[in-house]
């Protein structure tokens, strides 16, 4: 801060040190997910008082945090600040504390009024909520679109809002402490369980992911116990400790079911100890890449990209098949289109080549797995000549492992195509070009992500403007003009292409 915020920040009754409140009121894993952003505002300002608002129960993830002076209760989540009179006692309690800044990384109307009428001189948020952003002192782009930048590094980001100098911390940091270990112990010693020689099984989502099938956890665990490895299944809420019931019931091995049966603190420590965590992109999973304890990630869902919700720098496999599905990806989908796909075999190869490592504070972040588990590829064929570069990169991405299909409006180059490309024929298709309408549909319902063209196309780049209207994240158009060659230098172009989410 200059002095001339200094002297604004005076001016609103500040005395003492730099006061700063970071609003996190929601999930398990969001807030854990907001821990780089707690030590990017750290090294902006290394002398102020950091505090957290959340809700009550997720408490114990940061009362503990070296860089986190206070946690402060939400009152809304509690219930206590209901009605008109109840919002302006919790105002009040906001401006006892004389913050002089808030960070926004959960933002809604009702914080963004509470942080205004409370005075908080410098409130700091994302300039794409344009109803809210009037309210904001300092803002910058959370670009949600452009998936190469995972959640982390989204919330994060805040803090080039006020201070640009600043490098991003990296480190999602939970601390372990002795109480947590010893609450942890007690439930190993009652249930026989050594460090690092057990699976933790969270089979539920936050709401974001599908979960992934009852009997193939229940197939899971009976694999596991045949090979002497002790399972534990976590859930918290009733729903969870249902589908638990469910699972054991499918199962044939003895399993520890803990659901209902650990508080936070416990499972922060079972986590830590635990040899490998097996779940969505949900709590306990974010909560194992913090403490480095190695996670497989199960991703049906193609809206939940990898990119954006995978474990963060720690070891982990990422299975999903979300390609196989031809639905259009909708919240609230039940069909089981993108979870048959994902077999027991490969849930149990990835946790076999995490298996057993050394914890591991952080490791590298690398998106190469990421980028295969969340985009998805299409060859768009023209012309006759161009179907030997087409196929051979068809074959590069899909000996890389990615997702990858054929497109043309001509029936004779998708017979061809069919006859020199090693993919399905259900994989290579050929609409029309008028029927604009169709092309929509394609790019939507099998979430293509990356439009690769040997010519230019001027109807693929205005379909996938088009197309943004029912995916996560339009597609990017990549020039065609040599073969598949090295890995990482295309992997380089593609993550370009989506940074500037346009065509290279």
């Excluded at 709590?283 to 809206?303: D, E, L, N, Q, R």
């Excluded at 379909?463 to 040599?482: D, E, I, K, M």
């Amino acid at each position: 801060m200059g002095d001339g915020q200094w002297a604004r920040v005076r001016r609103f009754g500040m005395i003492g040190p730099m006061r700063i409140l970071v609003i996190r009121p929601d999930a398990i894993g969001d807030v854990v997910l907001m821990m780089p952003l707690i030590g990017s505002i750290r090294r902006a300002y290394p002398d102020a008082d950091i505090y957290t608002l959340q809700q009550p129960y997720t408490i114990p993830l940061t009362q503990h945090h070296p860089d986190i002076h206070a946690v402060i209760p939400d009152w809304k989540r509690m219930g206590t600040a209901r009605g008109l009179w109840g919002f302006w006692s919790y105002v009040k309690h906001i401006r006892s504390y004389g913050f002089s800044m808030v960070f926004l990384p959960f933002n809604t109307g009702y914080y963004t009024a509470l942080v205004t009428l409370a005075g908080i001189p410098f409130r700091i948020g994302d300039s794409n909520r344009l109803p809210l952003s009037p309210f904001l002192t300092h803002r910058i782009p959370q670009p949600f679109r452009n998936v190469m930048l995972h959640e982390t590094e989204l919330s994060a980001r805040l803090i080039w809002a006020i201070r640009p100098d600043i490098p991003l911390s990296s480190h999602m940091h939970v601390p372990v402490t002795d109480a947590m270990k010893e609450a942890a112990d007690s439930l190993m010693a009652d249930h026989q369980l050594t460090s690092r020689r057990f699976v933790i099984l969270h089979p539920s989502s936050g709401g974001g992911n599908r979960m992934w099938l009852k009997e193939r956890y229940a197939q899971l665990i009976d694999e596991l116990g045949a090979k002497g490895i002790s399972v534990v299944l976590t859930g918290a809420t009733p729903q969870d400790i249902q589908r638990l019931a469910d699972i054991r019931a499918l199962s044939q091995q003895p399993v520890i079911d803990l659901g209902g049966k650990t508080s936070l603190e416990a499972l922060i420590g079972l986590v830590h100890h635990a040899g490998v965590v097996v779940g969505t992109d949900t709590g306990p999973t974010h909560i194992a890449a913090a403490v480095g304890t190695p996670v497989v990630s199960i991703a049906p869902s193609k809206f939940v990209k990898p990119l954006r919700w995978g474990p963060w720098a720690t070891p982990h496999q990422v299975v999903s098949h979300s390609f196989s599905c031809h639905l259009w990806c909708k919240p609230g989908c039940k069909k089981n289109d993108c979870l048959t796909p994902i077999q027991t075999d490969e849930v149990l190869a990835a946790i076999g080549s995490l298996w057993p490592q050394a914890p591991s504070v952080i490791v590298p972040v690398d998106r190469r797995e990421w980028l295969k588990r969340s985009v998805s590829h299409m060859v768009y064929v023209t012309q006759v000549a161009d179907i030997p570069l087409a196929v051979a990169h068809v074959d590069g991405l899909r000996q890389w492992g990615a997702e990858v299909m054929l497109s043309t409006h001509h029936p004779e180059i998708r017979r061809l195509l069919a006859a020199h490309a090693q993919v399905s024929e259900r994989l290579i298709h050929c609409i029309p070009r008028w029927q604009w309408w169709r092309w929509c549909a394609l790019l939507i319902r099998y979430d293509i992500g990356c439009v690769y063209l040997p010519r230019p196309s001027r109807m693929i780049r205005v379909l996938r403007h088009l197309s943004a209207l029912g995916q996560y994240v339009p597609p990017v158009t990549l020039s065609l003009t040599h073969p598949f060659d090295s890995e990482s230098a295309w992997m380089a172009h593609l993550m370009r292409a989506f940074q500037h989410g346009h065509a290279s």
